[in-house]
């Protein structure tokens, strides 16, 4: 009788784990193995370039690469996850509530901003967190050229100095010359509760990404954070209030709300705990990766970050080993050493650095080009075509 991988979300660790459990079976033989991908679109939304101008064509179509590996396609959004039943009910594009039954399942339905956790944002603060989102903001900024000239028409607040914040930051002040013209006088100010630009990462790359604010003229407010977002503005703890037509809220990002219905520990960030083969602690047939996923990723004990970078590979281990185990073969533990970071600094460039110290390599045009071959090549799903497909999804093939 046939054996059913499902599968939520078709974003990166989602089509991954999907074109992995496919190419595993494939190599088997197997024509008993269903492997289906549950999702509200069938499409790869390439979240790391929400920051750009034009988000709204940034996702690629997966139905021909599906066709061409034999994966199903449900569209749909999974209310429910029953593990003992081994059932998920989802609502599918006419609202109807249907079921689908796994044998295996995993959880690849990311994360998501928390709206809710500043005052005010959910009624007035835009963010660039899903492609709606993203687009909506870009449909705001465009608009702004038909509202009179102010200071506050002017004037973006960027909560949140994280890695998205700092893009966005210092990607706006061209995307709104571009908008309001070569002689608006645009101010993007970043809000953060660190001390330092870029508190987060490596000193080297704080000095570059302060080096960067200056020349771009991105102002930042540190060691401060947001008591409420208005609509006329935002209002700092200290006190202060910025006029602001546009206030974008980057900062409190959690796990899908599904990894909750999973009987199992989950960290801060809402992350189920996983093996070292990515099933969640606790359960038999129920594998949790990328964002949801808490994994070790290497020997020395560090954690998986909630990156593109790690939702790639852990999407391959987990579909891999989700396969392995219908099929009786020895799983392949989950484990990437490496790790690089590459952050877009607008019109200043890039920088690119290596290991997890953030050694850095490379800056300004250098880093730009990199980053771009990240964005543009390495990210994006493959081919629609089986033999190029599968030898990308083999978890073992060299990424980062
Ligand atoms: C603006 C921005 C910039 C970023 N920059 C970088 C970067 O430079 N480098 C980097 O490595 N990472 C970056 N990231 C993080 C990266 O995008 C995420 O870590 C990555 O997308 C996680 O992959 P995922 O497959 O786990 O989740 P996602 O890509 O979010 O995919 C989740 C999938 O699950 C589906 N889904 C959700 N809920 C349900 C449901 N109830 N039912 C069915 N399907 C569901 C979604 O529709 C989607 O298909 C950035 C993120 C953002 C927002």
Redesign the pocket.
Known sequence: MSKNIVI?????????SALSAARLAFLHNSTDITVTV????A?????????ESNPAALASPLLPLFAATGVTFVA????HIDSDAHQVT?SDENGLENTLSFDKLIL??????NRDAVAGAEAFAFD???AEA?AHFDRHLHSLATQPQSAARNTFVVCGGG??GI??ATELPARARAVLGAEAEIRVMVVERASAPGGQFSHEMQQTIAEASRELGVEWRLNSSVEEVRADGVLLTNGEFIASHSVVL?AG?SA???AAQINGERDARGRLHVDDNLKVIGQDDIYA?????RAVCDDEGRFA????????P??KFAGNNAAAALLGVTPLPYRQPGYV????LGEWGAVFTETWEQKVKAVRSEAKAI?IS??HDL?VAPAAERETAFRQADPLAPFV
């Open positions: 939520i979300g078709a974003g990166f660790a989602g089509m991954w549950i999702a509200p679109q499409a790869l939304c390439i979240r790391p370039r929400l920051y749909g959004s999974v209310s989802y690849a339905s990311g994360s998501r901003l660039i967190d899903q993203a890695l998205t893009e966005l980057t990002v899908s709300p599904l990766t990328g964002d949801v996923a970050l909630m990156t593109c970078q790690h939702a790639i852990l999407g970071t590459c952050v877009d980053k990240i964005t990210i």
